[in-house]
């Protein structure tokens, strides 16, 4: 098991930025390669970011690329996201993922973390 928790969220203005972060316990955090998703307010879950376990490889959904950063520190056991240029259509609850595969598909990933709030106001 790998237990994740997200922090950082909060209300931020349009063009704001914020940095998530998500830490891992349990199993070996460097085993997994993680991801971040989000749900807004009526939609499903979605794809935002993924990094492979040594942070080396990145993926993004367009909807990101450019504007969020994704980044991890093994040592520390922690995931960070880094949003810049936040618009409305970024709220939701963001979440961190575990899995063995690098992938953009929430079936993909076998731990979850409980979600943060990010609200942007116009």
């Known amino acids: 098991q790998v237990q994740l928790v997200e922090s950082g969220g909060g209300f931020v203005q349009d063009g704001g930025s914020l940095r998530l972060s998500c830490v891992a316990s349990?199993?070996?955090?460097?085993?997994?390669?993680m991801g971040w998703f989000r749900r807004a307010p009526g939609k499903e879950r979605e794809f935002v970011g993924t990094v492979s376990w040594s942070g080396g490889s990145t993926y993004y959904a367009d909807s990101a690329k450019g504007r969020f950063t994704i980044s991890r520190d093994n040592a520390r056991n922690t995931l960070y996201l880094q949003m810049n240029s936040l618009k409305p259509e970024d709220t939701a609850v963001y979440y961190c993922?575990?899995?063995?595969?690098?992938?953009?598909?929430?079936?993909?990933?076998?731990?979850w973390g409980q979600g943060t709030q990010v609200t942007v106001s116009s």
């Open positions: 993922a575990a899995g063995s595969r690098l992938s953009y598909r929430i079936t993909e990933y076998d731990f």
């Open positions: 349990g199993r070996t955090f460097y085993n997994y390669h």
